[in-house]
């Protein structure tokens, strides 16, 4: 029999072998790994067993729990983004089906509601061909390319600026640094269908004249990040309208900042870290969970949906929070 005071154990009654005080129990095997992790206590000739919460455990979780999100973010981006475009793109063609674009009344001068059709975009060189939606804000821009409200309508006097993504939900825009002078970019609007050819193809930086202000020529720019990975100025390509411009009513709108700048949403950068921070709770609740009740792939498959769906609200919070033409 060990002695007591020899610090290695000491017999129980019964002729159990316990640990000394404060000395926790054994390492446990793959099998025991998910039960409570516990320390024997001896009082007044009692001897205890209590439960210690396994704080490397749940750290572990948390940190497991950060790098989930990052890769369920870039699988979000690159993955998922696309698919979501293309079916708001169906959705967006389907509303336009046996019915005219001047349904919009917009030769009355009355602007459709923002997210909604405003024109069909088709750029036969590189494949474009796109519903394009009223609004330029990070939402908007998740359908397809949009409208820059205050400008002019395709076809009609002045500039008529279509803002669209480069690299995220679709990346309908990607490819417009590759056309040349001389392309051809067909409209169709409530106004009628109308050609423009491409005469610049130009990056402009931040600081620069800004190609969205109001022009005398009728021109169409198309604007997008000036890089996939950088997002600090902007990709353009002007083009001249091809016959004569039509007359639509005038309308004074008031343009949001971040629309004008194709900025992110300011209130999504808030959002993106609510559900971040409900994301890692759940997780690390979870983990918790399947320690204290030893049921762990029980636990795990109740909490899974809700990781993954706290987790997408994150990533399309993100996602609208990052500049609108990315």
């Known amino acids: 029999m060990s002695r ?7 017999l129980a009654p019964g002729g159990t072998e316990v640990p000394t005080v404060g000395e926790p129990v054994p390492s446990r095997g793959f099998d025991q790994a998910w039960l409570p992790e516990e320390r024997v206590e001896s009082r007044s000739g009692h001897t205890f067993t209590i439960p210690a919460i396994p704080y490397r455990r749940l750290t572990g979780f948390a ?4 790098a989930g999100l990052l890769v369920l973010f870039l699988v979000y981006l690159y993955a998922f ?3 979501t475009a ?3 793109q169906q959705r967006l063609a389907g509303s336009l089906k046996g019915q ?10 009355h602007l459709p509601p923002e997210g909604s059709a405003v024109a069909v975009l088709q750029i036969p060189a590189i494949g474009v061909d796109q519903v394009v939606v009223q609004g330029t804000s990070a939402a908007d821009l998740m359908n397809g390319p949009g409208l820059m409200p205050g ?3 395709p076809g009609s006097v002045g500039n008529s600026v279509i803002a669209g993504r480069r690299v995220t939900f679709g990346a309908p825009f990607g490819a417009i640094d590759s056309l040349h002078a001389g392309a051809r970019i067909n409209v169709v609007d ?3 269908r109308f050609t423009y050819t491409v005469t610049h193809v130009l990056q402009v930086p931040i600081g620069h004249q800004d190609v969205v202000l109001p022009t005398t020529e009728d021109r169409i720019t198309l604007v997008t990040s000036n890089s996939s990975l950088i997002t600090s100025g902007r990709e353009v390509v002007e083009g001249k309208l091809v016959g004569h411009a039509v007359e639509v009513p005038d309308d004074t709108v008031a343009v949001p900042s971040y629309e004008l700048g194709l900025s992110g949403d300011p209130s999504a950068g808030g959002l993106a870290a609510m559900w971040s921070f409900f994301t890692l709770i759940v997780l690390v609740g979870a983990g918790f969970l399947a320690w204290r009740l030893r049921r762990p792939w029980l636990v795990y498959l109740f909490a899974a949906p809700v990781v993954v769906m706290c987790g997408l609200f994150a990533c399309e919070s993100v996602a609208r929070a990052l500049p609108a033409t990315f």
């Open 81 to 83: 983004t696309p698919l």
């Open 86 to 88: 293309s079916r708001d």
């Open 151 to 153: 400008s002019a309508l």
């Open 4 to 10: 007591p005071d020899s610090g290695v154990a000491t």
């Open 100 to 109: 005219p674009l001047t349904v919009y009344k917009l030769v009355d001068g």
């Open 190 to 192: 409530g106004a009628g």
């Open 63 to 66: 940190l497991v729990g950060v």
